[in-house]
């Protein structure tokens, strides 16, 4: 039995690998995504399990306090955190993910340190990306979490000399590993580089504002997996290396994807403060163009949408806010009541975090076959009657297409002002994230309806009944 046990440890870490790979493709799916969770869940309990098991473990006890904890922080946090929130919670887990990676860092420096053992060169290195990473993913995750959540601003704050400040601080790392690779048993130099990473995670996430965070969740998704998989080198564990390697490779993945889709480099989101001029000009002067725009309310709203054959529901940030997705899947549903063709568009960035508008209509059991990602839907859009935006700005914003002096030029949007008519569901006429002006507001067949995407949606509703 003792000579099978390390084999089916194994074997079983393989098995588990195998069910991350097939959940991670079917997360690439909508209509997959519910599955693919379960099947990594199942990979997850797999490689706990065989964990467990592993004769390296000495205290179950404190181990099974944790999971019983563990389990009920996540069973009510997952129960009662709101879908709009969700990009938080995100945050959140992604902080602790990278706080346990550093934690095993520490605590295997400290068991090697008070049993007077010398460290090993690799477990050495191992540790000290493992808490530079680790630590950057906690304090920066956290960071993000406050601004998503209001606690701070979400606009970049600057200071003079920045980068000088960030760059000494990463010298002071680089440094101090430099040392503890030549004297490994410098406990107050450990200390000190473990201070510094997370000084650093603030410094990393502090210039970048909140219409950026869909990338910085992705990229800190990212750390916090290779974060684990370094925690991996040092308690040389195989399932936690690939558990981390595939976390780190399809975060790093999805946070490309995000950067094309808001037509940037990952450098510029980084460190380019975008939208710290721009949007506070905005705001100063409120956004808004001289040009004429024409209101309607939501009576003849609802004519112009209860008369058309097709439909194209857009999604925005602004729709997440008001909570709007259970009204706006009830005007769907009354509107194929009457024959209505009805489809929802889908732009990478829209919301907060990637999929963040997938979920919030899945959780108002919007089907998933209506759906339509950028590069399905924008073919369909001069076919489409009507094009109802609600809170959606620079994501449909024409200029990105048009003018080569705008911020956003080469961004791809989605393409609404190709619908025949477009009904823009907006409380006023302040700029997006970009601090522009969106030409979609001016165009000729566009008709603004003012208010709360809750309350419009919900008066639209009401008189879709009605016709």
């Not at 199942?42 to 099974?64: F, P, R, S």
């Not at 000290?128 to 995750?141: K, P, Q």
């Not at 406050?146 to 920045?162: E, V």
């Not at 506070?280 to 024409?294: D, F, L, M, N, Y």
């Amino acid at each position: 039995m003792s000579d099978f046990l390390p084999t089916g440890i194994q074997l079983t870490y393989l098995v588990a690998a195998s069910l991350f790979i097939l959940g991670l493709k079917k997360l690439g799916s909508p209509a997959t995504a519910r599955n693919g969770n379960l099947v990594a869940a199942v990979g997850m309990l797999l490689a706990v399990v065989a964990t467990l098991l592993d004769q390296h473990v000495l205290n179950y006890e404190m181990i099974l306090i944790g999971l019983v904890i563990g389990s009920i922080i996540g069973a009510i946090a997952a129960y009662k955190v709101q879908m709009t929130d969700m990009p938080q919670m995100v945050g959140l887990l992604n902080g602790l993910g990278g706080a346990s990676s550093a934690l095993i860092a520490v605590a295997e420096f400290w068991r090697l340190l008070d049993a007077s053992q010398p460290i090993p060169l690799d477990v050495n290195i191992s540790m000290l990306l493992d808490v530079l990473i680790g630590g950057v993913t906690l304090t920066g995750s956290f960071l993000a979490f406050a601004k998503l959540q209001g606690l701070i601003s979400g606009t970049p704050i600057t200071f003079p000399l920045q980068q000088p400040f960030n760059l000494l601080l990463l010298g002071s790392y680089l440094a101090g590993s430099a040392y503890l690779i030549i004297t490994p048993d410098s406990l107050p130099v450990f200390l000190g580089v473990v201070a510094v990473s997370l000084v650093l995670g603030v410094m990393f996430v502090l210039p970048i504002g909140g219409g950026d965070m869909p990338v910085v969740i992705s990229l800190l998704n990212s750390l916090s997996g290779v974060a684990a998989a370094a925690a991996g080198f040092v308690v040389m564990n195989n399932m936690l290396i690939i558990a981390g390697a595939l976390v780190g490779a399809s975060g790093l993945i999805l946070t490309e994807i995000m950067c094309k889709a808001m037509n940037r480099s990952l450098f510029s989101v980084l460190f380019s403060a975008f939208g710290s001029v721009s949007t506070a000009a905005a705001t100063a002067s409120g956004g808004a163009s001289s040009q004429p725009v024409r209101s309607i309310d939501a009576e003849e709203g609802a004519m112009m949408l209860g008369y058309a054959r097709s439909v194209v529901i857009v999604p925005g940030y602004g729709m997440a806010v008001a909570q709007a997705q259970h009204s706006v899947r009830e005007l769907a549903d009354q509107l194929e009541r009457m024959g209505v063709d009805v489809k929802y568009a889908i732009h990478p960035v829209a919301g907060r975090m990637p999929g963040h508008m997938n979920v919030l209509l899945a959780e108002a059991n919007v089907a998933y076959t209506q759906l339509y990602d950028m590069e399905d839907i924008n073919p369909q859009f001069e076919q489409a009657d009507v094009a109802l935006v609600i809170g959606a700005n620079d994501v449909v914003n024409p200029a990105a297409r048009s003018d080569k002096n705008s911020p956003i030029y080469g961004m791809p949007i989605l393409e609404v002002d190709r619908a025949k008519q477009t009904i823009v569901i907006k409380r006023g006429m302040s700029a997006g994230f970009a601090g522009v002006d969106n030409e979609l507001f001016y165009k000729a067949k566009t008709t603004m309806l003012f208010g709360s995407a809750k309350d419009m949606v919900a008066k639209l509703v009401s008189e879709v009944k009605q016709l």
